[in-house]
C-alpha cells in the first residue's frame, strides 16, 4: 500500500460506510497513480495518433486549433466533477452521484450506459494497436490474424485485472511516464531541427483552406480530435474506493490530468503541423504523423516512437475493463442488475473479477464480430457526454444533495462553470451527432440507450427495480 496510514483509510472508509457500504475493494492506489489512471484512459499520443489524419483531411491544419477550444469546454466539466468527487468518492461514480442527485432510476441508466459505452470501446481501442504493429514489423496482418491478437490482447487484460488494481494501476504508470516521455522529447526534437535547420511552416497554421462551400461545419467538425481524446477524466474517481486519502487526490488528479492532457497535445500538435514538409503529401498518407517524423529522424526514432504509441494504446484498452467492470460492481452491489450477486462478488485480490469477466466477454464478442463497424467505436464518446450532461445538470438541479466537501469546492463559481459546462456539452453532442458523417454513430448511441430501456423493462418486471434498493 501507498501508505501506512491506518488512519487515512479509516477515514476513507469511514466515508464509504456513511453512504451505507461495506468496504471490500483494496485501498492501493496514491496520487501518481490516480493521476496516472485519467491521463492514461485520454491518451493523448493514441488520440492524436489515431486523429491527425481526419482533421488534415477535413479541415486541414487550421482544424487543430478545435483543440484548445473542446479543451476549455471539458476542463469546465472538470471541475464539476472534481467537487463531486471530493464530495462523494465512491466506485462508479457518475451512477452513484446521479443517484443521488436525481433518482436511483436516472443513476442505474447513467451506470449501465456508461459501462456499456466503456465495453463497446475498448475494442475499438484495440485496434487502433494494428496500424503502427504493422508499421513496426513491416507486415500486413490478415482479418484472422488480427481476430487471433486482438482476442488474446483482451484476455490478456483480463488477467490483469483479476490479478488486481494494483498491477493494473503499475502498468498506467508505466504507460505515462512513456506517454511523455514520448511527447515532450521527441516533440522537443522536431522543435530543435526546427528552429536551428529550419523547415517550419507557421502558415499552416493561421491560413483558413480556399473552398466553395462554408469553412465552418469543416472546422466544428474537426473537434473530433480532442473530444476523441480529452474524455474519461471521471476515471479518476471511478476508482475512489481503491484509492487512498480520496477526498483529496481524485479531484486533483482529474483536473491536473485534463490540464496536463491539454497543454501537451496542442504543443505536440502544433510542433508535428509546423513540421509538415508537404501538406499535399502528408494529407494523402495514412500515416502522416510516422511520415513526419520519418522524414526528419529516420528509421530508429520512429520506431521507438511507435512503441510508445502501442504503449499508451494498451494502457487505454486495459482501463476500460478496469471502469467497465467497477461500475457494474456498483449497480451490482445495490441489487440493481439482473445477477447482482454474481456481478457484486469481489475475489480474494479484493476486485470485482466476475464483472471484469463479463466485460471482457463483451469486448471478445464485439472485436470478432463487429470490428468492422468503426461508427460503433464513435458511439461511446457520444455516450459519454450525453452521460456528462446528465450528470452536471442534476448537480446544478440539486447540489445540496451531496455531502459537503473540505478538499476542494468551487465556492460561488458552482453554478457559473456548471451552467458553461452545460451549454459546452450541448453543443459538443450537436457537433458530433448532426452532421451527417456522425448520423451513423449517433443512431448507434440510440440503439445503445434502446437495449438500455429494454433491459431496464425486462428488470422491471423481474422486481428489479432501482427505487425498491438502498440508495
Do not use: C
Not at 126 to 132: D, E, G, T
Not at 383 to 399: E, Q
Not at 441 to 449: D, L, R
Amino acid at each position: 500500500m501507498e501508505t501506512d496510514h491506518t488512519g487515512t483509510v479509516a477515514t476513507d472508509d469511514r466515508d464509504l460506510i456513511q453512504a451505507g457500504y461495506k468496504p471490500q475493494l483494496h485501498r492501493t492506489i496514491g496520487s501518481f497513480a490516480s493521476f496516472a489512471i485519467p491521463y492514461s484512459f485520454m491518451s493523448i499520443l493514441m488520440g492524436v495518433y489515431a486523429n491527425y489524419s481526419y482533421v488534415l483531411n477535413k479541415a486541414g491544419p487550421f482544424g487543430f486549433w478545435t483543440w484548445p477550444i473542446v479543451a476549455i469546454g471539458q476542463l469546465l466539466v472538470a471541475f464539476v466533477f472534481a467537487e463531486m468527487a471530493s464530495r462523494f468518492p465512491l466506485t462508479g461514480s457518475l451512477y452513484n452521484w446521479n443517484s443521488r442527485l436525481s433518482n436511483p432510476t436516472v443513476g442505474w441508466f447513467v451506470g449501465w450506459t456508461l459501462a456499456f459505452a466503456y465495453a463497446i470501446s475498448g475494442p475499438g481501442v484495440i485496434l487502433i494497436l494494428f496500424p503502427p504493429l504493422q508499421t513496426l514489423l513491416g507486415i500486413q496482418f490478415s482479418p484472422a490474424t488480427i481476430s487471433i491478437i486482438g482476442v488474446g490482447v483482451i484476455l490478456l487484460q483480463l488477467l490483469i485485472n483479476i490479478y488486481g488494481v494494483r498491477l493494473a494501476a503499475y502498468i498506467n504508470r508505466l504507460a505515462v511516464v512513456f506517454e511523455i516521455i514520448a511527447l515532450v522529447g521527441f516533440g522537443m526534437v522536431l522543435a530543435l531541427i526546427l528552429l536551428f535547420k529550419g523547415g517550419a511552416h507557421p502558415q499552416l497554421l493561421t491560413t483558413i483552406p480556399h473552398s466553395n462551400i462554408s469553412y465552418l461545419l469543416p472546422f466544428l467538425m474537426s473537434t473530433l480530435l480532442a473530444a476523441f481524446t480529452i474524455f474519461g477524466f471521471e476515471s479518476a474517481s471511478d476508482l475512489s474506493e481503491e484509492t487512498v486519502r480520496v477526498k483529496h487526490i481524485a479531484p486533483r488528479s482529474i483536473i491536473y490530468a485534463v490540464i496536463a492532457s491539454a497543454v501537451l497535445g496542442f504543443l505536440f500538435i502544433v510542433v508535428l503541423t509546423l513540421a509538415i514538409p508537404n501538406l499535399a503529401d502528408i494529407t494523402a498518407v495514412a500515416d502522416p504523423i510516422s511520415t513526419i517524423f520519418s522524414y526528419y529522424l529516420g528509421t530508429i526514432p520512429i520506431k521507438i516512437f511507435i512503441v510508445s504509441v502501442l504503449i499508451a494504446v494498451f494502457a487505454t484498452a486495459l482501463l476500460n475493463i478496469t471502469l467497465a467492470s467497477r461500475l457494474l460492481f456498483a449497480i451490482a452491489r445495490d441489487k440493481r442488475f439482473i445477477a447482482s450477486s454474481f456481478f457484486e462478488k469481489v475475489s480474494a485480490r479484493r476486485v470485482p473479477a466476475n464483472a471484469a469477466v463479463v466485460i471482457a466477454i463483451v469486448e471478445i464478442l464485439v472485436f470478432v464480430f463487429l470490428s468492422g463497424l468503426s461508427a460503433l467505436y464513435a458511439a461511446p464518446v457520444v455516450l459519454l457526454l450525453l452521460a456528462y450532461l446528465v450528470t452536471v445538470i442534476n448537480f446544478v438541479r440539486n447540489s445540496d444533495a451531496l455531502p459537503p466537501s473540505t478538499t476542494f469546492s468551487l465556492g460561488r463559481w458552482r453554478k457559473p462553470i456548471a451552467w458553461a459546462a452545460i451549454i459546452w456539452l450541448i453543443a459538443e453532442v450537436l457537433i458530433l451527432t448532426v452532421p451527417k458523417e456522425f448520423n451513423l454513430a449517433a443512431f448507434i448511441a440510440i440503439g445503445i440507450i434502446a437495449i438500455g430501456v429494454v433491459q431496464y423493462l425486462v428488470q422491471y418486471a423481474l422486481n428489479i427495480r432501482p427505487e425498491k434498493s438502498a440508495a
